[in-house]
């Protein structure tokens, strides 16, 4: 029986597993990786107290801080469920089952899928949703980021010194996202942006070699080696029992981090707290591991 069970280790869940250490709370943390997306990020320029770091640098920053103090640590490990019964919050994983009397979920966000015929066989092989892991491993290769938005911009912005030539694929009619990020993609001779495009197909035998578009109503074919999949995220919330959601799928939570069931709060990208953004989740974990230990420190078990 654990004080508080904490779901995710990306920033929101290693600072509140900092914070509950901090209080003396018997946590455990249960978490398919160490990171989360800010592992997958590339260079970032907004976060207070770094006027430049990269995602996986802040990320090892991140886990250094947390393996200072002691808790359970569960990694490579999916939670599939997670309900109240009485008192006791009940948590399902792929290998085992655990209990606590409070919780934190804070599982992030996992990038939406095209869903277009060559998708799944060329995963791996060509096309991948991570440009931090994967793109050096396009050098000097033309490839195609699909998306418009600060997602698809951080990406363009990785494979520009990697790459030979990058072409962004935009459904919409213009790209959206930082002015900043904008303005350097925009200017740099080595990006083609393809505005009202979409992807219909992606091409090949054993190995990506293009990708078939429509684009205004006329379908054409485009020759890249390497495609990446930059078109949104989606909340992973699925294994929440009776936890109340909007209708993105996103975590319902309060001022204090709590949702609709007492005991267990949220924070980070799975809720609906607006502006995904490293510093926010991290704030959140914050509170939310706070309001853990108040509701503990105001309730008998």
Known sequence: MYDLVIIGAGPAGITAAVYAARQKINTLIISKDIGGQAAWSGDIENYTGYQ????????????????????TLKENE????????DNIISVRTDKAQYE???AVIASGKRSKELNVPGEKEFKNQGLTY????DGPLFSGKDVAVIGGGNSALDAAMQLINIASHVYIINISSSLSGDAIMLKKVEE?????VLNNSQVTAVLGEKMVSGIRLKKEGKEETLSVKGVFVEIGLIPNSEFTSG????????????SRNGTNIPGVFAAGDVTDVPEK???IAAGEGSKASLSAFRYLSQHKF
């Open 52 to 71: 430049f770091v990269t995602g996986p640098e802040l990320a090892s920053k991140f886990e250094e801080h947390m393996r200072k103090y002691n808790f």
């Open 78 to 85: 999916s939670v599939v469920e997670l309900k109240k019964i």
């Open 100 to 102: 606590g009397r409070t």
């Open 130 to 133: 991570c440009a931090t892991c």
């Open 188 to 192: 740099n001779k080595k990006v083609a």
């Open 243 to 254: 936890i109340e959601k909007n209708k993105l799928g996103e975590i319902i939570v309060n």
């Open 277 to 279: 953004q490293i510093i």
